[in-house]
């Protein structure tokens, strides 16, 4: 996250899109809907997004 805060213009943002995309669609897998299966991709997502607004 420091690289791209300090350097945006190095980074892709079509990239974290992809991994956006990735992670939101992990939640159809989803069958018990507990925080042991929802919080790693709330995480990505949550990394994705930030990483799309720094850049």
Do not use: C, D, Q, R
């Not at 300090?6 to 990735?22: D, R």
């Not at 992990?26 to 949550?46: C, D, G, K, Q, R």
């Amino acid at each position: 996250m420091l690289k791209g805060w300090k350097y945006p213009e190095t980074e892709n943002g079509f990239l974290f899109l992809g991994s956006l995309f990735s992670a939101s669609t992990s939640f159809t897998e989803i069958h018990h809907w507990n925080f042991a299966e929802v919080a790693f991709p709330i995480y990505l997502i949550l990394l994705s997004l930030t990483m799309l607004f720094l850049i």
